[in-house]
């Protein structure tokens, strides 16, 4: 099977998941934390602490912590979280137990990001991704936060556009959130050799589709970690079974 029927397959599927209505998202798995991440109107910030949140332990516990915040201060107001000082954002990341993988680093990258927002966008985090600005200005903005990457930068980009329908002027430079998913899946497919560095992979996805490199990172997760799977993989029932070569 050609790279390139199997690249517009996967990207048929990118599209239909980019075009589709705007849904309620699905980060903890818990209603009263997803209802707080979704609702970027009002709390604009609480999604982007998630993201600075998520790093080194299981995503949907890392996108809790602000929920965990709300819950012991009865709020997730930007004016008053301002005026936490750091050793109280510790106390309330480590007691009773800690919400974080690596509670100190955490929680010095929850007040940093706290004290940037209200500094440098007028306490309105929308400002980030409002005004349709380019994806790379959006990139770029989320990297300024203390803590974040490449990829969580990129992430975040990714589900402003894709998830809560936020529009850019372009989506040149929002690119695939490599992991262990998107990495088997594009190895399995044949896009990239077995032997892939992060990099590379990152490359190849711009080479493939240089509009919008990350429209094929949502297909790919959900393939890998729905059906492609490291062992026993259910290739009959995903839809990339019959382009699939390893099939």
Avoid at 7 to 36: P, Q, W, Y
Avoid at 45 to 71: N, S, T
Avoid at 181 to 191: D, E, K, T
């Amino acid at each position: 099977m050609s790279e390139v029927k199997i690249k517009n397959h996967l990207l048929d599927h990118g599209r239909k998941l980019f075009k589709a209505k705007k849904t309620f998202s699905d980060f903890t798995g818990i209603k009263e934390a997803d209802v707080l991440l979704n609702d970027i109107d009002n709390y604009p910030h609480a999604f982007v602490i998630g993201c600075v949140m998520d790093r080194q332990m299981r995503a949907e516990l890392a996108w809790a912590i602000p929920y965990r915040f709300l819950e012991k201060l009865d709020h997730f107001d930007l004016p008053k979280l301002a005026k936490l000082s750091q050793s109280q954002v510790y106390k309330l990341m480590t007691k009773p137990e800690p919400l974080h993988r690596f509670p100190d680093e955490m929680s010095n990258n929850f007040h940093q990001a706290i004290k940037k927002i209200k500094n440098e966008y007028k306490g309105d985090a929308s400002i980030i991704w409002n005004n349709t600005p380019s994806s790379a200005e959006v990139v770029y903005r989320f990297m300024q936060f203390r803590g974040v990457g490449p990829k969580i930068a990129t992430m975040a980009a990714n589900i402003l556009a894709r998830d809560f329908k936020i529009k850019f002027s372009d989506y040149y430079s929002i690119d695939i959130s490599v992991d262990v998913h998107v990495r088997r899946v594009f190895r399995r497919l044949g896009l990239v050799p077995d032997k892939v560095s992060t990099d590379e992979l990152i490359y190849k996805a711009r080479a493939l589709y240089p509009d919008f490199p990350g429209l094929m990172d949502l297909p790919a997760w959900e393939i890998g970690r729905n059906w492609c799977k490291p062992k026993q993989p259910l290739c009959d029932d995903c839809y990339m079974g019959k382009l699939c070569p390893s099939n």
